[in-house]
């Protein structure tokens, strides 16, 4: 069983910048995915950023150009950075780790209990 502990979050005006943490408890699978989602009040979640174990990065239209998604397999830890944040950019964001074993065929999918960022204008 693998934990994600989120930090980071907070509130700041638009235009400023945060950076986001997620750090797994324990270690996980080579082949993984770690990612950020996010959910705004009466809103579905959706996905912020992805980084995979293979070095792809892949990003929603709204946040690129704006936010930078990094990762450091020693920590187990994946970063979010954003800048240039807008007021709807406020939502709650959650870490995301999927792994897989060598061999296997099963994904395992872990959530964080997330972070509350507001942007206030």
């Given at each position: 069983?693998?934990?994600?502990?989120?930090?980071?979050?907070?509130?700041?005006?638009?235009?400023?910048?945060?950076?986001l943490?997620?750090?797994?408890?324990?270690?996980?699978?080579i082949?993984?995915?770690?990612?950020?989602?996010?959910?705004?009040?009466?809103?579905?979640?959706?996905?912020?950023?992805?980084s995979?174990?293979?070095g792809?990065?892949?990003?929603?239209?709204?946040?690129?150009?704006?936010?930078?998604?990094?990762?450091?397999?020693?920590?187990?830890?994946?970063?979010?950075?954003?800048?240039?944040?807008?007021?709807?950019?406020?939502?709650?964001?959650?870490?995301r780790?999927e792994t897989?074993?060598?061999?296997?065929s099963?994904?395992y999918?872990?959530?964080?209990?997330?972070t509350?960022v507001?942007?206030?204008s």
């Amino acid at each position: 069983q693998v934990q994600l502990v989120e930090s980071g979050g907070g509130l700041v005006q638009a235009g400023e910048s945060l950076r986001l943490s997620c750090t797994a408890s324990g270690s996980i699978f080579i082949s993984n995915v770690m990612g950020w989602y996010r959910q705004a009040p009466g809103k579905e979640r959706e996905l912020v950023a992805t980084s995979t174990s293979g070095g792809s990065t892949d990003y929603a239209d709204s946040v690129k150009g704006r936010f930078t998604i990094s990762r450091d397999n020693a920590k187990n830890t994946v970063y979010l950075q954003m800048n240039s944040l807008k007021p709807e950019d406020t939502a709650v964001y959650y870490c995301r780790v999927e792994t897989k074993k060598i061999g296997g065929s099963s994904w395992y999918r872990y959530w964080g209990q997330g972070t509350q960022v507001t942007v206030s204008s």
